[in-house]
């Protein structure tokens, strides 16, 4: 016990000593969410410019560029003769789509056939393509129902409904109702977040040890490791707090945790971490080349969690992959908890998963330091 | 002059085959992210979205709309509930993105004309997947809904045609532009793989020179190059040039001719524009290692930079909707102005004309460092490693 608090200790001196070791478990997870929920924190983008080339120039095709110009997502920029010079407007980044309603778009509705709207999205971003078709059928679906009313002229509106909309559908958003980017990409990044920093702080500490020793890791008895594991934990519990109880409440990102289940999540996820960084830290051969191994590994990990390309789709080599990390089974547990409100038991896998590594690395960390 | 640039390149060259993190940061980790992005987006889009299916009315009515559903190509129905509770549960889980809810009474209802309404339940904390399945889901209830219509419409003696037409009247033609197929891959993959180029390039480069003043050789360095530090740099950085360049070439052919992405402009476009974007990086990694002469703050900032350019290129979230002063700031970063020459030339098939900025500024990053030299020079002779 008195090795295991002496190692504690020391540890504890050696890290808060070191700035280098300090800048990554410290500054880092503190600064890092800040930046990215600033970054996101518009959640949304409204109002995409797109220009309308108009060769029907009808009542009815005006009630469609006016409606199409007073939804939130889109807004009507330009008005263009043809369409090759709203192209051009597209080239120099003007809009970033153009809607093109043909000259026989009133006729044909008046005559009872299909009138064809054609719009053409700019692919630079999936944003600017859903925002721009999502707009222009809703549009398209109000107008409908009003061309239907005017062809059913003597019915009420409660009849029309029933004629044209017999079965109408709503969409509600769960734990994410707007659909905003910082809801969903926040929750993954404060989590791998607290892996990085600990491959990053605690992979400096070794490769610095590991210099100063002439090229050759100190042997580490259990009692050492257990009180190295105890001096990080100590400095990460704190960062762990603030990153995922203050952060998502400063930038009002949902927070449906409930307090004793997210701390009971989170730390198997930080015990896993510190004994991964300990055990990874065996490839960090100077002070400054964990950074140069861990960095990059951050956006592959972020991928590899299912968070944005969906799990479902994930080849399994890949997922099996995925679950030598800790931020995978964390990243997952931690949406189901914050954001859905989940329990211990819903998470129940990711749970275990977190102490089955906790336990493999506690092992593999003892072994290579043999 | 020259024989200054030879000593140093003969010099730099025994550093980089004796240590494996040179090869490591230009070669393996770069191939090893492209080949696990490339299979992990294998589809293109993803399919068979897990979704659950609630159908509390259970007549054919529900059922037909519940056969049309899974028919979708991203939907994937893998549970039947009894109750809503049980399929947010298991939306809890994460086992299903959705779940799709058909209320009792809904066929008896739609006879007696009441419109009942048919709700889908979306797990948007997936961006993607629960977009995915909306746009599903909703494609499948309009269907249901223009179904009734035209049903009632040519029961009461319209013909087909008349009915559909009469249902929807406006109907809109949707043309992706550079990307019709709509691939997360394309979308994704074309920024992702130059980004983590670029991130190693601003380690690396932070790391290579900075590793001349921790271990004192910066004077030997300067030695070698006959005291001229312009030499010294160049003999320093361009055999890193060549190993990136080749990483680039690399996944150029391999997003273009093995993977096929879209490409609306000659494949040596793309290729020249990688390789703008390696030497503006390492240009942005020597602008850092001479502005902050220690590895630690050299490198930190260059990783911090290298990872906030996935951000803030735009390629994944515009950045119209980021707050104002961060849309200002996206061009302190090469990667943002990789993405948009991609995005207006490959993409897109613009004139080279519309992306001169872009160049422009991809440029001027070469240039950044040029006025530190002599700091750097100074900082080679001077400095002493701190840890």
Redesign the interface.
């Known amino acids: 016990m008195r090795k295991i608090i002496l190692a504690y200790l020391h540890e504890l001196k050696c890290c808060t000593s070191?700035?280098?070791v300090m800048?990554f478990l410290l500054l880092v997870p503190l600064g890092y969410p800040l930046?990215?929920s600033?970054?996101?924190?518009?959640?949304?983008?409204?109002e995409?410019p797109v220009a309308v080339v108009d060769h029907s120039q009808s009542n009815m095709s005006h009630a469609?560029t006016r409606n199409t110009d007073a939804t939130p997502d889109v807004a009507v920029a330009y008005s263009c003769i043809d369409i090759p010079s709203a192209r051009q407007l597209?080239?120099?980044?003007k809009v970033k789509g153009i809607i093109y309603i043909p000259q026989n778009f009133d006729s044909t509705?008046k005559n009872?056939?299909?009138?064809?709207?054609?719009?053409?999205?700019?692919?630079?971003?999936?944003?600017?393509?859903?925002a721009i078709?999502v707009a222009?059928?809703e549009v398209?679906l109000s107008?409908?129902s009003h061309?239907?009313a005017t062809?059913l002229a003597r019915a009420t509106t409660e009849e029309i409904?029933?004629?044209?909309?017999?079965?109408?559908?709503?969409?509600?958003?769960?734990?994410?109702?707007?659909?905003?980017?910082a809801?969903?990409?926040i929750?993954a990044i404060l989590i791998l977040v607290l892996q990085q920093v600990q491959l990053l702080g605690i992979g400096m500490r070794m490769g610095?040890e590991y210099e100063k020793n002439g090229g050759q890791y100190p042997s580490l008895g259990i009692n050492r490791l257990l009180g190295r594991g105890a001096a990080y934990l100590t400095i990460l519990l704190p960062v762990a707090t603030y990153a995922l109880c203050v952060v998502p409440h400063i930038f009002g990102l949902?927070q449906l945790a409930d307090g004793t289940t997210l701390a009971l999540f989170a730390l198997p996820y930080l015990l896993a971490c510190i004994f991964l960084a300990m055990t990874l830290g065996c490839i960090v051969h100077s002070?400054?080349?964990a950074?140069?191994?861990f960095?990059?590994t951050?956006?592959?990990l972020l991928?590899?969690s299912?968070?944005?390309?969906?799990?479902?789709?994930?080849?399994l080599?890949?997922k099996v992959f995925s679950y030598i990390f800790p931020s995978t089974p964390a990243i997952?547990g931690f949406?189901?908890i914050n954001?859905?409100?989940?329990t211990l038991a819903?998470?129940s896998f990711e749970y275990c998963v977190l102490w089955v590594q906790t336990a493999i690395y506690f092992a593999a960390s003892i072994i290579i330091r043999k | 002059m020259l024989r200054g640039l030879r000593r140093v390149v003969r010099r730099e060259l025994r550093i980089i085959f004796s240590h494996r993190i040179y090869l490591f940061c230009t070669t393996a980790a770069p191939l090893l992210c492209f080949i696990l992005f490339a299979t992990l987006m294998d589809e293109g889009l993803p399919t068979g979205l897990p979704v659950a299916m609630v159908d509390a009315d259970n007549t054919p009515l529900s059922q037909r709309i519940t056969r049309r559903l899974d028919a979708m190509q991203q939907i994937d129905i893998v549970k039947q509930c009894a109750d809503i509770g049980e399929a947010t549960r298991a939306m809890r889980r994460e086992d299903i993105y959705a779940l799709y809810y058909i209320p009792r009474g809904t066929a008896r209802r739609l006879i007696e004309g009441e419109r009942p309404i048919l709700s889908y339940y979306l797990n948007y904390s997936y961006l993607v997947a629960g977009s995915l399945t909306y746009r599903d889901m909703y494609i499948t209830s309009l269907l249901a809904n223009a179904a009734v219509g035209e049903a009632t419409l040519t029961a009461q003696g319209a013909t087909e045609l008349q009915a559909t037409n009469f249902v929807q009247p406006v109907v809109i033609e949707t043309n992706a532009l550079g990307n019709p197929w709509l691939s997360y891959a394309v979308y994704l993959n074309n920024t992702l793989f130059p980004g983590v180029v670029s991130l190693l390039i601003f380690i690396l480069t932070a790391y290579s020179v900075t590793q001349e003043i921790k271990y004192r050789t910066g004077a030997k360095w300067l030695q070698a190059a006959g005291n001229n530090i312009l030499v010294a740099v160049a003999g320093k950085l361009l055999p890193q040039t060549l190993l990136f360049s080749l990483t680039a070439i690399f996944y150029n052919i391999f997003l273009y001719k093995y993977l096929h992405y879209p490409l609306n402009t000659p494949l040596s476009d793309m290729i020249a524009a990688s390789l703008l974007l390696i030497v503006a990086s390492q240009s942005l990694g020597l602008f850092l290692a001479s502005a902050l002469p220690s590895p630690r703050w050299a490198m930190s900032i260059a990783s911090l930079w290298g990872v906030v350019s996935f951000s803030i290129s735009g390629f994944s979230f515009p950045i119209e909707g980021m707050s104002g002063s961060i849309e200002a700031a996206t061009n302190l970063f090469p990667l943002r102005h990789y993405f948009m020459i991609y995005s207006n030339k490959a993409l897109l098939g613009y004139p080279t004309a519309y992306s001169w900025v872009h160049y422009a500024a991809l440029l001027t990053f070469c240039l950044l460092p040029l006025p530190l030299m002599k700091r750097l020079k100074y900082a080679l002779k001077n400095y002493r490693y701190i840890e």
């Open positions: 070191d700035i280098g800048v930046l990215y600033y970054i996101y924190s518009h959640q949304v983008v409204r995409i469609f597209m080239e120099k980044d509705i009872g056939e299909q009138a064809h709207v054609s719009i053409f999205c700019s692919m630079a971003s999936f944003f600017y393509y859903k078709l222009c059928t398209s107008l409908n061309i239907q062809q409904k029933i004629t044209t909309s017999p079965l109408p559908n709503e969409a509600i958003g769960l734990s994410n109702p707007t659909a905003g980017f809801n969903f990409i929750p610095t949902p002070r400054e080349s950074m140069l191994l960095v990059f951050s956006v592959p991928f590899l299912g968070i944005s390309w969906p799990g479902s789709s994930i080849p080599f890949w997952n949406i189901a954001n859905m409100g989940a819903d998470v």
